[in-house]
């Protein structure tokens, strides 16, 4: 069934299972919830999510949560866990603006930016996902080397995150313009709007970085 208006997205993801409610009440205890010890990786701004999924699918050893915003974005993410489930994705419908209010310090290994939405005028730039803004909130609840992992094809946010970055203290471990020519595709999982940009011709920038404490 494909939920089309926002009221119908709602009700799917209130009786959705793999959509973690009150997420806040786990903080401190996600490894008491997944009932494992293994790594935790996040998505922030997820979309549909196709690249954690597939990436989920290639890791069965690493527990996934997907992070969106909107409700009628997240109910095709579960339209696709429907199709073909998968044990290790949860997701959350959140603003991630609240980050460190649902994982506690050291709580998360990886942190995944795809896309980011770009906020283009100036007063906006702490919206950015990649501001000093939310990198501290990034800082509150990685655990120590972990990383984020970034990818856009939109120049002007990425030349704003590099700054944003290394004023903030984070340690460059990867950088390229141009992923797509580059030694590091070999094992690049292309997300919704990467597939998009990349038949424009756009390139693709991509970065990790990860903050000493
Ligand atoms: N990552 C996907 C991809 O690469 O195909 C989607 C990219 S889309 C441009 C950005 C997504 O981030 C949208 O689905 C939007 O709703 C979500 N988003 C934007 N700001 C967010 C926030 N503060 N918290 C959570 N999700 C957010």
């Known amino acids: 069934m494909r939920l089309r208006n926002v009221k119908g997205s709602r009700d799917e993801i209130a009786r959705n299972d793999y959509v973690i409610k009150n997420p806040e009440n786990n903080r401190g205890s996600w490894k008491e919830y997944f009932g494992n010890d293994r790594p935790v990786h996040i998505e922030i701004g997820m979309g549909k999510g196709k690249f954690l999924m597939e990436l989920a699918a290639r890791n069965p050893e690493i527990n996934y949560i997907g992070i969106e915003k909107y409700s009628s974005v997240l109910v095709r993410a579960l339209e696709k866990m429907e199709e073909a489930p998968l044990e290790n994705v949860h997701f959350i419908r959140m603003d991630a603006e609240y980050i460190p209010m649902v994982f506690s310090v050291g709580e998360v290994d990886q942190i995944y930016l795809n896309f980011s939405d770009p906020w283009p005028k100036d007063r906006h730039a702490k919206r950015r996902l990649t501001s000093r803004q939310f ?13 984020i992992i970034f990818k ?22 990867l950088c390229t313009f141009d992923l797509h020519h580059s030694q590091y595709l070999p094992g690049n999982v292309m997300t ?15 970065m990790v970085i990860h903050h000493e404490n």
């Open 135 to 147: 990198l501290s909130r990034y800082d509150q609840i990685l655990k120590e080397e972990g990383k």
């Open 192 to 206: 919704e709007y990467e597939e998009k940009f990349v038949k424009k011709g756009n390139p693709i920038c991509k």
């Open 152 to 173: 856009t094809d939109n120049r002007d946010l990425f030349n704003f995150s590099l700054e944003e970055a290394e004023l903030a203290g984070w340690t460059l471990d």
